[in-house]
Each structure stands twice: as C-alpha cells, then as structure tokens.
C-alpha cells in the first residue's frame, strides 16, 4: 500500500484556503501525515481556482509537473478539487480525458468522493462529516495557520456579475444552519483556535435563502459568545446586503473585530453597470461613510478589477479618485480576465490591451502605497492590541491589530493565541513593526 503521506497544493481565496484544511483534517484522521515535497508524498491533494487567469495559468503548469511525477511513480493518487472541478458532473469526462493521471476529482467544499475512495481503498475509516474540522499544525512550507480558522458559512452565489466565474464553478448560494456553525465553532475552540472569519462569497446573505434561520448579525454574536475565541471576523461582504443592523453588531458587540471587507471593483457607473454590480460609486462612498461614523476606528479593504471591457482611460481615473476620497486601508487589484461561461466572456469584448491593464494595475498600487505610507504614519508611538499568530525564524512574532493590520513584534515571548499590547515602532505601507511594553 502507498505510504500515508501526502502534500497538499492549494491557490485561491479563504474558501479554498478553508476546503484545503477540511481535506488535510480528513486525511489526517486517516492516518495520513503531510510532507513538504510533492516528490515524497503518496498522495497529492492539487486545490485549484479559476477566478482569474493567471490562477488557473499556474493550475495547469502544476498539473504538468505532477504528470510527471506520475510517470516515475505509478502507484501516486493524485487529487483534483476545486473551481476546476467545479459543480457540473457532466465536465466530469472532459476532466478526465484532460488529465488522465488524476485518481480523484472533488467539487468544491465536498470531500464525500475522498472518503469514498479511501475506504475503497482500504485506508483506515476516515472520519465521517462533522470530524474534518481542524487538522494539527502543518509545517511551515504548508498552508495553515493553527490559532486563526476560517469557517464557511454560506456556500455558493446566486449574485452573477457579469466578470464572475464562481456561481457556475461553485454553485447557487447555500447557507449552513446556524446550529451545526456554532457547534463547528465551539469544536474549534476546544482545539486552540482563538480567531474566526465567517466566510462566503455574500458573507451578509447569511440565512437568506433558509426561512426562520437567523441572520449574519445574530450569528456573528453568538460565535463571539464562544468560550475560548477572542476574535470573530467575516467576509466578504457586497455594499447592496450590509445592513444598519449589521454595523450595529459589530460596532456594538465585544470580540466582532472592526473590519469590513467591501470590495467595490470599479469607481466609474458606467462600468458598475456593466458588470451589474448593484450600486453606484456615490452609493458605495456612502455606505463607507456610515460604517466609519459608527466604528470610527474600522478598518476597511476593497476589491478593484482594472481593464475591464469597455473601460476607458477617464473611467479608470475615476476609479483611482474614488480610491483617493474614500481611501480604504487595503486594496486587492486584479487585472480583468474573461472567464468562460460569463456574461462578460459571452458578450463584452475584451477590449483593454494587457499592457494597458498592467499599467493601470501598476498605476493604482503606486497610489496605494502613497496612500497607505500617509495613512498609517500616525500610528507612529501608538500601543495596539496584537493577537499573535505565528513566531518568525528569528524569534519575531507576528499578527494583527483589531481592524487587520499586519504587525510584526520585537522582544516578546507571547505564544501564538495570546492577545498582546505593543508600542509601534515602525510604519510602513503594508506593516508594522512593534516592540512590546
């Protein structure tokens, strides 16, 4: 029988990041133990995504490696899962004509065909739904962090952008009953975790689509009322479903950390319209503007996809004025790519020359770095509550402020869950430096 070792390649966002962990936490209570290198593993577990090109780019050259792998070991089991794979059991064939080496393909957020296939194979029982919830601490060259869990809460989107691959690689929205979430989130705890996020890709449609289901304020309290965990997050969150009741929660409730993730993706109307976002610029400032009049010291991130098809030179600019006046403390940007079966693939031509989105892209982070070094320059000599998730090499810690700065900590022996008041010594655009009191 293959050796119980396996490697574990994932990409993508926290819902992948999530699925990845649940699958390592199965296949360790198999008995299997995760190993650095691909090229010693007996199984390879490959976690994909396609939101953008450039992830699926680098999909496709790892499946070329492991091909290879393959051919020098015939008896490898290789597993595919993810965006990839997707919801559609008819791209089954297609899949497996593509990749012939591949043993297994899981939809994304099901680990039903890995169990099946490992009693087939005459593993040890794997732990049945419900017991895939943590795996131990994985080495540092793998994923995981081991005080900081992500916790799905709703699965899928019904929402369409017209750019959006996940609706159809994912599947319709699906919120999980809020009963087995804070039993997941009290387990949890029991394993040392002291950090939430509640994800989904509507993270505020939470109970929506289940009628007499609480909502995202109500299940936000009360996995802050778990016993053990310090810190309760979520995302991500779309401008059209934050709700008054929902600021109130987290300006209100203690352990619901200050911090909103509301991506945005274009500054000029036109564009949000074309992508059939919901909202218009003017819209999306205002919301800003009564989260920060109700929690005054959040922290607020944003999305920005640059190139989109049709956009002209004055559009993008007034995306770039937009992210000047209401000047979020991070922005994630994204070149736009046609994804296949979207409306914007089907019917928008993608006009923007590549080198014209790189500049724009290039453009938008010079200006994020010009914004963020001002910014943060205040928190100079200020003291911040640190939870500390991981020790560096060289002895340093590392972790977060309440509304998600990164900060890196000298001359402290806290261990990773402990929560920690340090001074700030050093600020830059996308961390700190911290010395402890």
């Not at 802050?224 to 409730?253: D, K, M, N, Q």
């Not at 020790?391 to 402020?401: A, V």
Request: aromatic letters at 6%; proline letters at 9%.
């Amino acid at each position: 029988m293959t050796p119980l070792t396996y490697n574990l390649w994932t990409i993508g966002c926290q819902m992948n990041e999530a699925d990845a962990l649940r699958a390592a936490a199965l296949l360790e209570s198999t008995g299997f133990r995760p190993v650095p290198h691909a090229r010693d593993a007996g199984l390879l577990l490959l976690n994909t995504c396609v939101v953008r090109q450039q992830a699926e780019d680098k999909i496709h050259s790892r499946l070329r490696y492991v091909a290879e792998l393959k051919q020098h070991n015939p008896g490898l089991v290789v597993a595919l899962m993810g965006c990839l794979v997707g919801k559609n059991p008819r791209e089954l064939d297609g899949l497996r004509e593509q990749f012939p080496f591949v043993d297994l393909f899981l939809p994304p957020s099901n680990l039903d065909p890995l169990r099946g296939f490992l009693k087939a194979r005459g593993y040890p029982a794997p732990a049945e739904p419900g017991d895939d919830i943590l795996p131990p601490p994985l080495p540092d060259s793998m994923t995981g962090r081991s005080v900081v869990a992500h916790l799905p809460v709703v699965l899928g989107c019904s929402h369409a952008c017209t750019y959006c691959v996940i609706p159809y690689r994912r599947g319709g929205e699906r919120s999980r009953p809020s009963a087995e979430i804070l039993a997941e989130a009290a387990t949890l705890a029991t394993r040392g975790i002291r950090e939430i996020i509640l994800l989904g890709q509507i993270v505020d449609r939470y109970g929506l689509d289940l009628p007499g289901e609480i909502h995202l304020p109500e299940l936000l309290r009360g996995v802050a009322a778990v016993p053990g965990i310090a810190r309760v997050r979520f995302l991500t969150s779309h401008p059209r479903w934050i709700t008054g009741e929902l600021i109130a929660a987290v300006a209100s409730t203690p352990g619901l950390c200050p911090y909103f993730e509301i991506p945005v993706q274009a500054g000029s109307d036109a564009v949000l319209a074309a992508m059939r976002r919901g909202y218009t610029a003017g819209e999306y400032e205002t919301l800003v503007a009564q989260v920060r009049a109700a929690i005054p010291r959040v922290g607020i991130s944003t999305d920005m996809i640059v190139g989109f098809p049709g956009e002209t030179a004055a559009q993008f600019e007034d995306s770039m004025a937009l992210m000047r006046r209401v000047n979020p403390d991070m922005i994630r940007i994204a070149k736009y790519s046609p994804r296949p079966l979207t409306y914007s693939a089907r019917h928008l031509p993608d006009d923007v020359p590549d080198a014209e989105k790189e500049r724009r892209r290039v453009a938008m982070e010079a200006q994020l770095r010009a914004m963020l070094t001002v910014k943060n320059a205040p928190l100079l000599g200020q003291t911040v509550e640190i939870l500390v998730e991981t020790i560096e090499k060289t002895g340093r810690r590392h972790g977060r402020t309440p509304d998600y700065k990164p900060v890196f900590v000298d001359g402290s022996a806290a261990a990773p869950g402990d929560l920690i008041r340090a001074r700030i010594t050093w600020a830059g655009p996308f961390s700190l430096i911290a010395e402890t009191q």
